[in-house]
């Protein structure tokens, strides 16, 4: 029987997963790792291939002595990872640079970009520009779908200033996904899913755009060979077989960015389908046809899907999982406590006292993540508002099931920014992650968006759409999204209460008028922003 494989690389922890050519998971290995600042550079994240590369081997080694798989059993491996992740190259393929996800040391070079490329020309790259585009970012956006904010120019622009003789160095670029394949395979490349994320790139083309960075004055033929999930790269080398254990027969699969091989993994495959990703941070993901122009405010990213002809509008809402872990180890201790004499997760406890709170959570309004606005992105200082001194009416539950109606909220206003400028209705949203999970919690996120809510059975649709890549390029399936019509099966349905729809609608408005004040209080320095972009 034949196996796929499935490289994870998470924020937190890089993960090996099998499958059998059904879907079925067979076996997992999971090691967490860490990225560190880099002393006297604030806000720098970077990513340490050397250590992390024996995590990876430990995974690949693990996962298939748990299933009791030779590497040979292994038709395809393919792989992905957190997106804007990036690796920098020297001419023999040996890294010199890399930084995880959200590394933000590149503050002052986006203020530099923003500050010295306005005005630019009308006819640059043959577009239509509006008149009220007037800076480079805004410039780029209409291209790539991406801002400064999480991007790779500044970031190597950093590099160039303050570590020239190792920039000059620089002979190539991936993402962190491509070096896992890179290191299997000798081969370095990327695809447009995980590689348009750098803002270097074209969303019509699926393609690098070097003329972006011919323009800021950075390399332009740094820039590998874009291909497209499910292609063929090569097989395990001699060396990474002896590594890894797995066999100089085993094809090595381009794969892709996390977020979109995760909605592929879940069967969001076609033209205005949405799902919401529910962990650490939530995403809001809609597919748009490629060749829709990106929002002329900035307010939400275009990224390319994994499936050819379409890309994703992509709403993000920051911490809304890492909210709720905070809130249960900071005030939940009793409720731990009772779940784990029940037998139960912490989390269903507090959800079954919550389901005795109304709609509304007696008007308490939590303050965390705001909506989405790419173009300005910033948050208020984290809190609870509107609460009372009656202990009947504020406590855990209360606050705990405000706490999941605001993610629901905001993430409603994300598919609104996305509706408004795509065009497209939408009825049903698969939720996956491990919020969807809750059943209160689900049927809160039908309430709040008059959306069906369907939540599949798989429990790693990143993972599974990665092996679907592999499978494509090992030829058993035709296609990624034939692969999702075939293996992607549903576990549970939500309808919505309209009467708590409409009560949500105007507890929606009122939220964002609070928070827009919240926001006041953080430029007037009274305040400290939950997180800022670099630049803002």
Known sequence: MQYLMAIDAGTGSVRAIIFDTKGNQISVAQREWVHLEVEGVPNSMTFDTDTNWD??????????????LQGSDIAAVSATSMREGIVLYDKEGEVLWSVANIDARADEEVRYLKENYRGIEENFYQIAMKEDIQDIEETFYQISGQTFALGALPRILWLKNHHPERYEKVASISMIGDWMLAKLSGIIATDPSNGGTT?????????????????VGIKADIFPHCLEPGTVMGKVTQGAAQETGLSTSTLVVMGGGDVQLGAAGLGVVEEGQAAILGGSFWQQVVNIKSTTPPPSNMSIRINPHVIDGLAQAEGITF????????????????????????????????????????????????????????????????????????????????????????????????????????????EEIVFAGGASKGELWCQILSDVTGCKIKIPKVTEATALGAAMA??????????????????????????????????????????????????????????QSMWKAPGV
């Open 470 to 527: 592999a499978g494509v390029g090992a030829g058993i399936y035709e296609s990624i999204s034939k692969a999702a019509q075939k293996l992607v099966v549903w576990d549970k349905e939500y309808i919505p209460n309209m009467e708590n729809y409409t009560k949500y609608q105007n507890i929606q408005k009122r939220w964002q008028e609070i928070y827009e004040d919240q926001l006041t209080l953080v430029d007037r320095g009274l305040t």
């Open 199 to 215: 803002g270097i790139f074209s969303l019509k083309k699926r393609d690098w755009d070097a003329n972006m960075a011919e323009k």
């Open 55 to 68: 995590l990876v081997i430990w995974c690949i080694q693990t996962v298939l002595e748990k299933a009791s």
């Open 319 to 426: 911490f809304s999982g890492l909210i709720m872990r905070w809130f249960r180890d900071a005030f939940c201790e009793l409720e731990k406590m009772e779940a784990q004499k029940q037998g139960l997760d912490a989390y269903t406890v507090l959800e079954e006292k919550a389901k005795k709170v109304p709609v509304g959570s007696y008007g308490i309004t939590p303050i965390f993540s705001d909506s989405m606005k790419y173009g300005k992105w910033y948050h208020a200082a984290p809190s609870f508002l509107n609460l009372c001194l009656d202990p009947n009416i504020c406590n855990k539950a209360s606050m705990f099931r405000s706490l999941e109606e605001n993610a629901c909220i905001v993430s409603a206003i994300n598919l609104e920014k996305i509706k408004q400028f795509s065009n497209l209705e939408i």
